[in-house]
């Protein structure tokens, strides 16, 4: 794609879907007519873009963390809170069952999955702290990859598929070659994590992962300077290192306010940088970098999301955004005490492109 098809100065929001629960990971498909969500329903819900047409699956008996889509034969895979995977046939009708599944892939939270070998496996990583590479057409184990010492948050494959890259709660990003299967390198994001003397836990932690079109930059998102272990208040931060040297020689900051780390995280073709914040019951923003340029180059106000996905174009983005019951969790108000407000989410879909002469006129 032509980058300079891509304006982010540009960037507005043009379809938006509105589901009833909150929902945590979207992702567009290969094709790029579907679009798909995951979250606390326990539902597997996929979209046609066009139409707006609805197919939800049934599977999963908790709720979903975390997605991908195959590369072929129509799959996606899905994960939850109890270690299980289930392999589906996003463009089949809403009696669909899995293809396939991984009863036990972690012992708790499978919170990353990811596509290698140009789509020949599927990589799994969780609070185990041990990736594992899976079979993609049968969910066969293939590997296993031990190293890290806390729970692993995010998985991204390099473009020329010789190598992946996993980010865990202590700010460590490891690096393995893909097929062998062996460590290649440890990068250093330890500024993403905290733990002072007074917390009961670590807080923070590499919660993105994103590597740039031509490979020669990895992206790590998450924040810095946690306040406390309550509602971890603390600073975004986007981490930029040299593929090459592995040397760290970016650090990117929000102008908004945000309480949350960067969880969704994508470079564009135009070698620009877009992640989204995190900001409880207020707003936050979705911001677009242009290092070595620190501040934002360009920003737009909403509330959080939790997960962003660039279209097969390169021209579009998809986020599932927040929106706030009422409390500061998925319970019941103060003057409804009997009933449950749960969050729900808007998933919404920005062009990265001026809006069309006719249209400007229209208007």
């Known amino acids: ?42 539902l597997v819900h996929v979209w046609n873009i066009e139409t707006g047409d609805l197919k939800s699956f049934k599977g999963h008996k908790t709720w979903i963390s975390s997605m991908a889509f195959g590369a072929s034969s129509n799959s996606l895979y899905t994960a939850d809170y109890q270690g299980v995977i289930h392999c589906w046939n996003y463009l089949g009708d809403a009696n669909t069952r899995p293809r396939w599944s991984i009863a036990s892939a972690d ?85 993403l994590h905290t733990r002072k003397d007074n917390f009961i836990a670590d807080v923070g932690g590499v919660r993105s992962l994103a590597f740039s079109p031509d490979g020669k930059r990895l992206a790590a998102g998450g924040f810095r300077d946690a306040k406390s272990n309550s509602f971890c208040p603390g600073t975004p931060a986007v981490l930029v290192f040299d593929w090459g040297s592995g040397k760290r020689n ?14 969704g995280l994508r470079f564009l073709p135009d070698g620009s940088i877009v992640g989204y914040g995190e900001h409880l019951h207020s707003a936050t923003e979705m911001a677009f970098w242009r290092p070595p340029a620190s501040p934002p180059a360009h920003s737009l106000t909403g509330h959080s999301a939790y997960d962003l996905d660039l279209h097969p174009d390169g021209r579009r983005l998809l986020a599932p955004v927040y929106v706030s019951g009422g409390t500061s969790g998925n319970g019941a108000q103060k003057r409804h005490r009997d009933k449950y407000s749960p969050n729900a989410t808007v998933l919404r879909i920005y062009n990265l492109f001026p809006e069309p002469a006719e249209k400007q006129a229209e208007g």
Request: charged content about 25%.
């Open 107 to 191: 012992r708790d939270n499978v919170r990353a999955l990811a596509m290698a070998g140009n789509g020949r496996f599927l990589l799994s990583a969780g609070d185990d702290a041990v990736i594992k590479a899976w079979d993609a057409k049968n969910g066969k184990p293939v590997a296993q990859l031990p190293g890290h010492s806390e729970c692993i948050f995010s998985l991204a494959v390099h473009p020329g598929e010789k190598h992946l890259v996993s980010g865990d709660l202590l700010g460590t990003i490891r690096k393995w070659t893909i097929g062998d299967w062996k460590p290649a390198g440890k990068l250093d994001a330890a500024t």
């Open 1 to 42: 794609m032509n980058p300079a098809a891509i304006d982010i100065k540009s960037v507005r929001v043009a379809r938006e879907f509105k589901h009833e629960a909150q929902l945590f990971r979207a992702r567009f498909s290969p094709c790029g007519k579907y679009f798909a969500a995951v979250g606390v329903d326990a």
């Open 250 to 263: 970016h650090e990117l900051r929000l102008k908004a306010k945000s309480d949350g780390p960067i969880n």
